[in-house]
Nanobody
Framework: QVQLVESGGGLVQAGGSLRLSCATS??????????MGWYRQAPGKQRELVAV???????NYADSVKGRFFISRDNAKNTVYLQMNSLKPEDTAVYYC???????????WGQGTQVTVSS
């Protein structure tokens, strides 16, 4: 069974920090052939990429979070993390974990975790 389970969301004041985790389970998930990432969707807006980390460990970020958010992965645990610092109210959204793997590409999603930043 394929699962992506997120945790770590919540309510935080502006300027605060949160750390999101996403644990994957399922025999199809192998660290050397999957990219892992985080997307977010705010009310009334489209889902957007926040950060992605490739199987080789290269990270890319949306311009809006560069220097504040940091993505990492633990291949032994098939888990990806998102450290979010200096949070702003505009970071409020549902954050979704994502795994991309295979050719043709197959995309997997977690159920989402709410992050709310109060001003």
């Amino acid at each position: 069974q394929v699962q992506l389970v997120e945790s770590g969301g919540g309510l935080v004041q502006a300027g605060g920090s949160l750390r999101l985790s996403c644990a994957t389970s399922g025999s199809i998930f192998r660290p050397n052939d999957m990219d892992m990432g985080w997307y977010r969707q705010a009310p009334g807006k489209q889902r957007e990429l926040v950060a992605v980390i490739t199987s080789s460990g290269r990270a890319n970020y949306a311009d809006s979070v560069k220097g504040r958010f940091f993505i990492s992965r633990d291949n032994a645990k098939n888990t990806v993390y998102l450290q979010m610092n200096s949070l702003k109210p505009e970071d409020t959204a549902v954050y979704y974990c994502n795994v991309d793997r295979g050719a043709p590409l197959i995309r997997y999603w977690g159920q989402g975790t709410q992050v709310t930043v109060s001003s």
